[in-house]
C-alpha cells in the first residue's frame, strides 16, 4: 500500500516548455486535489477531482489543466510553464474529510 | 472566499518550553483539520475538530475549536525537537470535500 504517489520529484523547465505531473493513489478514494505551496502562503488548491471522468477549479486554476481518465491517476499539466509556476505541488486523495498527500514536485522554471 | 490566517509564522523555542499557534477566520467551518509538514514531505493530518467549543488531546498536543466554528488553537506542551516542523490548518466547507489552507507556522524547537 503506498499511499500516494507523485513523479517527477524534481524538474526544470524552460519558459515555454510543457510537462505533465502524474499523481497515483492506491486507496480507492474517489477526491483527488492538486496544490502549490509557496513561501508563506500555504497550500492552494489549483483543480480537484470529485470522481472519474471529472474536474473542477480550485482557487488558483489558471495556467493549468488536469485530467481524471482513470480513479487512480490525476494529471496536472502545464501547457506553457512560466517562472511564476515555480513551486512545490503536491498531490492529494481523500475518501472522506482526511486528505492524504504525496511527497510532492519540485518545479523551478527558468 | 474563504481566508484563514495562521499566527505567528514563525516561532523558534527552547526544548522543554510551551507554544501556542493560532488559525483565525471570518469565516465559520463544518470542521478544522490541523496537519504537520516537515522538510520535503506531504502534510500529515494530525487532528480533525468539528464542534464548537470542541477541544482534542493527543499526547502533549492540544487543539481546540472555537465556540462559533471560526477559529482554532494548537499549544504543544514541553516541546521536544520532534515538534519541529510546520504546521498547518485547514478549514472544510460545508460540503466537506474541499479544505482552504492557512500560511503555515514554521516551529523550530532547539535542543
Known amino acids: 500500500n503506498a499511499g500516494v504517489t507523485q513523479t517527477p520529484k524534481f524538474r526544470v523547465l524552460k519558459t515555454g516548455q510543457s510537462m505533465t505531473l502524474l499523481c497515483a493513489q492506491d486507496?480507492?478514494?474517489?477526491?483527488m486535489y492538486w496544490y502549490r505551496q509557496d513561501p508563506g502562503m500555504g497550500l492552494r488548491l489549483i483543480h480537484y477531482?470529485?470522481?472519474?471522468?471529472?474536474?473542477a477549479k480550485g482557487e488558483v486554476p489558471d495556467g493549468y489543466n488536469v485530467s481524471r481518465l482513470k480513479k487512480q491517476n490525476f494529471l496536472l499539466g502545464l501547457e506553457s510553464a512560466a517562472p511564476s509556476q515555480t513551486s512545490v505541488y503536491f498531490c492529494?486523495?481523500?475518501?472522506?474529510?482526511?486528505?492524504?498527500f504525496g511527497p510532492g514536485t519540485r518545479l523551478l522554471v527558468l | 472566499t474563504q481566508l484563514l490566517e495562521q499566527s505567528p509564522q514563525f516561532l523558534s523555542i527552547q526544548e522543554g518550553e510551551n507554544l501556542t499557534v493560532y488559525c483565525n477566520s471570518s469565516?465559520?467551518?463544518?470542521?478544522l483539520q490541523w496537519y504537520r509538514q516537515e522538510p520535503g514531505e506531504g502534510p500529515v493530518l494530525l487532528v480533525t475538530v468539528v464542534t464548537g467549543g470542541e477541544v482534542k488531546k493527543l499526547k502533549r498536543l492540544t487543539f481546540q475549536f472555537g465556540d462559533a466554528r471560526k477559529d482554532s488553537s494548537l499549544h504543544i506542551t514541553a516541546a521536544q525537537p520532534g515538534d519541529t516542523g510546520l504546521y498547518l490548518c485547514?478549514?472544510?466547507?460545508?460540503?466537506?470535500?474541499?479544505?482552504?489552507f492557512g500560511g503555515g507556522t514554521r516551529v523550530l524547537v532547539k535542543p
Open positions: 469565516s465559520v467551518f463544518s470542521s
Open positions: 477531482s470529485v470522481g472519474e471522468g471529472t474536474t
Open positions: 486507496m480507492n478514494h474517489e477526491y
Open positions: 492529494a486523495s481523500s475518501g472522506g474529510e482526511t486528505q492524504y
Open positions: 485547514a478549514g472544510a466547507g460545508a460540503a466537506g470535500n474541499k479544505l482552504t
